[in-house]
């Protein structure tokens, strides 16, 4: 009878249900959120607590291993009272009453005033990390927002920060004001880095382009990560013919929010103008033989070890296809400003030669 009912429902039983389905699930996700903000600002409060406490009473740090015993006997086997984990409740308090004065914020009605909204977006763990490594608010917070569109986990977090995602991206020389309208030059923009960091590879000493190329696509899933969210991978080595003759796409992606076929051409020398006369091309075969209606200009990215910007933008000056540029790396690059503290290799030498002198002596 039972199977009976089942075969005789309505045709559209499984929309209902799919929509039921979807209900119980952004429920459940609306919840833990909920739930999830409600600790950080509860973890963010007993902080504030021990802070004013300290300052005005001159309570020492024994508070807080008082304090850890005490709540585990009054609500036995609770998770999340360890004096360790009291500890980070002040230095959150701390870092954000202290830190966020002078920076932008949307606060909701039961959020404390010192804490910003996406703070309570994103977990417990996901927070310590933030603090642990950033000393800026603004950084702290620019990264507490990537975790929340992007739903990065703690691994993925840490790789982003210690990459330096903040300080690259957006940072592509590009041709998008004047060749995308606003506001997708913008967004395009956003989405293009410089350097991307392809720490994750390992390529022989006088490696080529096919052997970059046969590298990227054997990490396909950490390439992806490096080039954010957004990019669905299509091929390698796309051929496109244009009269007869053929000519080869390097790698060839989707990007869904910007609805663009993006052209990665890979270099393994410095930028050379001709490199974006290539990549003009290119870029004007695959609007022509791929583009649909629904979609936007075809976006070329061009990959070199080396560039120089006055070159760049003189070339990309005479394209009226949308262009970026940038290097990649297979290692963090060390700031400017600690590179020119250190020795070079001539020094090095010299020092060497003289405690070399020194002990014969």
């Known amino acids: 009878m039972k199977n009976e009912e089942k075969l005789a429902m309505p045709d559209q039983y499984p929309e ?97 005033e010192y804490l910003p909204q996406v703070v309570g977006e994103i977990p417990w763990g996901h927070n310590l990390l933030l ?44 041709n998008f004001e004047k060749t995308l309208p606003s506001p997708q030059s913008d967004l395009a923009r956003q ?6 960091i392809f720490d994750f590879l390992t390529l022989p000493e006088r490696a080529v382009e096919r052997d970059l190329e046969n590298a990227l696509i054997d990490n ?36 869904i929010p910007l609805r663009s076929y993006v052209v990665i051409d890979l270099k393994m020398e410095k930028f050379k103008p001709e490199h974006a006369g290539k990549m003009n091309f290119y870029l004007a075969a695959i609007d022509a033989q791929l583009r649909g209606k629904g979609d936007a200009p075809s976006i070329g990215i061009i990959l070199c070890k080396e560039k120089k910007r006055m070159i760049v933008e003189y070339a990309l000056s005479a394209t009226n296809r949308p262009v970026g540029v940038a290097e990649w790396t297979l290692t963090h690059k060390l700031p400017e400003h600690l590179r020119s503290e250190l020795p070079n290799p001539r020094e090095i030498e010299d020092a060497m030669r003289r405690k070399i002198e020194e002990a014969a002596d």
């Open 16 to 112: 209902l249900l799919r929509e039921v389905k979807s209900c119980i699930r952004s429920s459940r996700s609306r919840a833990m959120l909920a739930a999830n903000k409600e600790l950080v600002q509860m973890y963010g409060e007993i902080g504030r607590l021990i802070v004013e406490r300290q300052r005005d009473k001159g309570w020492g740090s024994s508070i807080v291993e008082r304090l850890a015993s005490d709540i585990q006997s009054e609500f036995p086997g609770i998770k999340g009272f360890s004096q360790q984990n009291i500890w980070h409740m002040r230095s959150f308090y701390l870092a954000w009453a202290g830190g966020t004065e002078n920076l932008p914020q949307v606060v909701g009605e039961s959020v404390p």
């Open 220 to 255: 396909i899933t950490q390439f992806l990560l490096e080039l954010g969210v957004g990019f669905a991978f299509l091929g390698r080595q796309r051929q496109i013919e244009v009269e007869g003759e053929d000519f080869y796409i390097d790698l060839l992606f989707y990007h």
């Open 131 to 174: 603090l642990s490594k950033l000393k800026k608010s603004s950084e702290r917070i620019w990264y507490a927002h990537k975790t929340v569109e992007n739903g990065w986990s703690r691994a993925v977090l840490t790789a982003q920060i210690e990459s330096n995602l903040y300080g690259r991206e957006g940072q592509a020389i590009t």
């Open 191 to 196: 989405t293009l880095k410089d350097p991307y």
